[in-house]
């Protein structure tokens, strides 16, 4: 109850808050790139959505502007060599050598753009600014026995992580799940802070950004 009152609610207010000045403030960004999608080969869509694993187990869907070709998924499992990679990497590949990539999503990813209808997902509560990237079902295995998954699902997925601040894609599992369990373990709103604040600046050295 302790930790409701002096986190939890805090932390969604602060969530809800957020999320509807970065749509606001951000909207003439969002149209820019639709626009540019639009424009760009390689995809008739603006927007991509998958399914991933939020708190609780429950499945939702994570929205980003569109990075990848149409058929993006045909054309990584056709190349059973690159597909292996791409799992034995924690499920990324690098831009240069992911033949799903078009050039604007190149872009989009190395600024973390494509990332911003994310606050959308915050806005209506299936994600929060800060928590542990969410992840589709077949990573799970990942985070090891029942009760590890069942801690990093306690909490709800984040547009930011400690994952994100300490590196991204730079650092892949087994070292990536300890990392988000141990958030888990230490959630308080002055870490969120940090993380949002070590975040931004990772995202503007370009550190990890597949």
């Known amino acids: 109850m302790k930790k409701l009152l002096f986190y939890r ?15 606001v403030v951000f909207s003439p960004i969002f149209l820019i790139i639709a626009l540019w999608i639009r424009l760009s080969e390689g995809t ?9 694993v939020g708190q609780g187990g ?7 502007f569109q990075s990848m070709v ?6 990584l499992k056709s190349n ?3 597909y292996e990679k791409f799992v034995a990497n924690g499920y990324k590949l690098s831009t240069a050598e992911d033949p799903r990539i078009t050039k604007i999503g190149a872009i989009l990813r190395k600024t973390s753009l494509d990332e911003l209808p994310q606050f959308w997902n915050t806005l209506i509560g299936n994600m929060s600014i800060i928590g542990p990237r ?11 026995n029942q009760e590890r998954i069942n801690k990093f699902l306690s909490v709800k997925p984040g547009v930011f992580g400690l994952w994100q601040a300490s590196g991204r894609s730079n650092i892949g599992y087994p070292e990536r799940a300890q990392i988000e369990l141990g ?4 959630a308080n709103l002055w870490l969120d802070f940090k993380i949002m604040f070590l975040t931004v600046i990772a995202i503007f050295k370009g550190d990890g950004a597949f």
């Open 134 to 144: 969410p992840v589709v079902e077949k990573e799970l295995v990942e985070y090891g």
């Open 44 to 52: 008739s869509h603006v927007f991509y959505s998958q399914d991933r």
């Open 58 to 64: 429950k499945h939702f869907k994570i929205y980003k």
């Open 70 to 75: 149409d058929n993006a998924d045909d054309i």
């Open 80 to 82: 059973k060599d690159l």
């Open 183 to 186: 958030y888990v373990d230490k």
């Open 9 to 23: 609610l805090p932390k969604r207010l602060l969530d809800i808050v957020v999320s509807i000045v970065a749509l």
